[in-house]
């Protein structure tokens, strides 16, 4: 279990490819594009993202930001920055906030070329030249997956989550010519093709939509693509601390392992059994079992350099991050396959077979 365990994690996440910048591209080099940012509560994050976007080397032709019923005065900054302002219907059945509040700013611009984005997005000044080039380079679906900043210790505990879920796409595997899925902070596509696999209506009742949108992307003969954002790209993730952060992976890590790649899950899967075994090791078998745990952690290393900031204070906590990845795991599929329902935002997302209805609680 310990070698082919270790074998599968390099299999599995040995070099993310990552965004390149442009040659200095200039307006009359790139398709015009629109930027639609889904925002629900997100007051404290939109300013510093709308005034990137405002200073880009490549202006967007049109920023959107749709409102999904937020209570801290999300709109009045999008607002000032300068950003169109959507508010968000009601919600209708069988649509999650997220897909709702995306479609609905789809429909709201007119740019051949749409970049969704998350609120909590940093951008470098030439990041949107390369997101737009990148994607007219290789055409069909681009997903660009931030680097993830870390500033606080309870943040280290999404590291296992941050790894699990670029094993999952594929697209770090040496050779790799098929991914599937895709990362939400950051996906652009050209508005024919969006409109050609009926955009985010359908995947309207998907709790994890940018798996979805993929998949709908493959089947309707679509490239889909996924890069490394660092430098250009970076987030910092469930900053408003450890219950948000246990709320978005318990909404995401079940749901995305049942749309993995089979063989791909089977050897994550792997991984993860023989972590369970070096960190024992390490705990209780003396010298030997410490050479097994470093060989580990060596892996985690370089894997977590991938990902985001984290420092070497959490890859020494990787036996507690493990456990922790574990508890969430199940508590997902407790929610999602048993209970049929997860939370966040403020929502209870009812989740049946794939698709949900949503009660709001506002």
Sequence with gaps: ML?????????????????????????????????????????????????????????????????????????????????????????????????WACQQGADATDAPVLVFLDADVRLAPDAMAAVVSEQARRGGLLSVAPWHTVRRPYEWFSLVFGIVA????????????????????????????YDAFGGHASVAGQV???????????????????????????????????????????????????????LRSVLAATWIAGGIVASWQGLTGGWVGAVVLALWLVQVARMSRQIGSFPVFALLAFPLLLAWFLFVFVRSVILTSLRHEVQWRGRHIPVTRGAVTVAERC
């Excluded at 770090?172 to 939400?184: C, E, L, S």
């Excluded at 910092?236 to 909404?251: A, I, N, V």
Aim: charge should be positive; glycine fraction near 10%.
């Design 3 to 99: 070698i082919v365990g270790w074998l599968a994690g390099w299999v599995l996440l040995w070099r993310l490819p990552g965004l390149r910048r442009p040659p200095a591209p200039t307006e009359a080099d790139l398709p015009a594009y629109a930027v639609v940012i889904p925002a629900r509560d997100e007051a404290h994050n939109l300013g510093p993202l709308l005034a990137q976007l405002q200073h880009q080397t490549v202006a967007p032709a049109e920023i959107v930001v749709v409102d999904d019923h937020s209570s801290d005065g999300t709109a009045d900054v999008a607002a000032a920055a300068g950003a169109r302002v959507v508010p968000s219907r009601s919600l209708p059945p069988g649509w999650v906030g997220k897909t």
């Design 208 to 262: 994890v939509e940018d798996l979805a949108l993929a998949d709908q992307a493959t089947a309707h003969g679509l490239t889909v693509s996924v890069l490394g954002g660092r430098p250009l790209l970076t987030y910092r993730m469930y900053p408003q601390g450890m219950r948000s952060l246990l709320e978005g992976w318990t909404k995401n890590i079940a749901t995305g392992a049942r749309r993995s790649d089979p």
């Design 166 to 193: 670029l094993m999952g796409v594929g697209a770090a595997t040496p050779g790799a010519r098929r991914v599937r899925g895709a990362f939400g902070p950051c996906i652009v596509l050209r508005r024919r093709d």
